[in-house]
């Protein structure tokens, strides 16, 4: 079997000519162009057992010969596609599942729909151009530019995109490439193969928001490792709910797309003595910019979804907070339209790949002075836990800037012990993560009302009666957070440290 690692990126058919014909693409590359017409059908069994089980089975015709691919499931965030496949000749254009199965780790794979009926469910037809070009660090890909399309019952989806295949050296590499590409020509990531777009033109699915994935962490791991898989993660999370929050049906896209980029923040606060500081500079910018694009937009969100019907609820004269409503629900559209706009710059292409390639390069083997996780997780809650009693200390209670500080604060903690806790036992992380949660509610009692507060003062010709009603609902949680505060503290303080 050989594994296959790509980089696959979209963009329209005249950015694929113009960046195909760049001279900056001809400086390395180190081969001259080849061409071809691919044609390949997608096979399965009826019940689609071998999409279930995260297997592709294509026929290809390649000129005048026939080949075969068994493809493995695999991974894929920031565009970096990585799975196995078994090829063999297909003579006669026919699959052959005995010679499939004649290769080492094939049968077991197979064997349970060898007695199936295997019928074709899609097409895909394109014209392949490749490269052979040099990396940065002395490695070697190949590029191809795909022009085509999917077609699946009656259904066509277009390819128009450009793979780069890691032949020699690090994946990281690969990233670094997209982005000089990015430099000449308007490119997206895609983290769908072409069997996945067949087969989503077969049975198109309703997207769901993406809730984050656990990471199974091993104490005993290099840091750097639990890195790059809970930073790998946290873009998938940011990814899968792309689509969401651009069609903007339904809040909760753009809820779980902002948990993601805030995962992704509080992992690089969280690991920074891991990562150089030119690292982190090039980043930290850059994801607190689309933060606040997100934040803006979750706010009137909130705002309109949440806390505008519980104020209704409560109300003898609701109909008078219809131009509030009004008014917001307009500030609303207004931001969803700037972080549709966020998502389609190039920037933030260019920031996902930054992303993709730090994460390659952290699952590099690590050397032995790298910490273990455990060794890493002691250090970071304990400095984290101290930070919160620093803050708790000198802070105000009658202060929004004060609290909002050590809102801060008890979430960084809150997000170390959800990443890090796992590894010293789920026991006392879930008491001690309890009491902290509580304090954390409480703590986001008071943004909240201090949010809806300054996005309504935001607003010019609100009725005097709705704008009252709304500050006098907002001063009403902030008292009922203020008053149970510090039982909740006093409750956190009890709380036994698990590390």
Known sequence: MSVEI??????????????????????????????????????????????????????????????????????????????????????????????????EGVAELLAPYRDGELKPLFTTAFRRTRFDVNLEEGGGAELAFDLGEIRAQGRVDPISEVEIELKSGAPGELYALARELLRLEPLTLDNRSKAQRGFALLAPVEPAPVKASAVQLDGASPAPHACAAL????????????????????????????????????????????????????LKPRLRGLGQALGACRDWDVLCTQTLPRLRGAMTRAEALEPLAQAVRVQRLAAQVAVRECLAARDYTDLKLALGQLIAELALPAGEAVPSLLDFAHERLRKAARRVRRIHAKHNPDCIESLHGLRIEVKKLRYACDVLGSVFGERALRRYVRHLSALQQLLGDFNDAAVAHQRVASLEGIDAFARGALEGYAAARTEAARAALPAAWAEFERARRFW
């Not at 019940?47 to 075969?68: E, H, N």
């Not at 993660?233 to 797309?257: T, Y």
Request: overall charge positive.
């Open 6 to 103: 790509e980089l696959k990126l979209a963009l329209d058919p005249a950015s694929l000519k113009r960046l195909q014909r760049s001279p900056a693409l001809q400086g390395i590359a180190r081969s001259p162009a080849r061409s071809e017409t691919l044609d390949s059908t997608y096979f399965d069994t009826p019940a689609l057992d071998l999409t279930r089980a995260g297997l592709a089975l294509r026929l290809r015709k390649r000129g005048r010969s026939w080949v075969q691919t068994l493809k493995t499931r695999g991974s894929s965030q920031a565009g970096l596609h990585a799975r196995g496949e078994f090829e063999t000749p297909a003579p006669g254009g026919r699959i052959d599942l005995d010679a499939l199965c004649a290769l």
């Open 231 to 282: 930073l790998a993660s946290a873009l998938e999370q940011l990814e899968a709910n792309e689509a969401g929050v651009i069609a903007a049906h339904d809040p909760e896209f753009l809820h779980q797309a902002r948990v993601a980029l805030r995962r992704l923040r509080a992992l690089l606060r969280l690991f920074s003595p891991l990562l150089t500081l030119g690292e982190i500079e090039a």
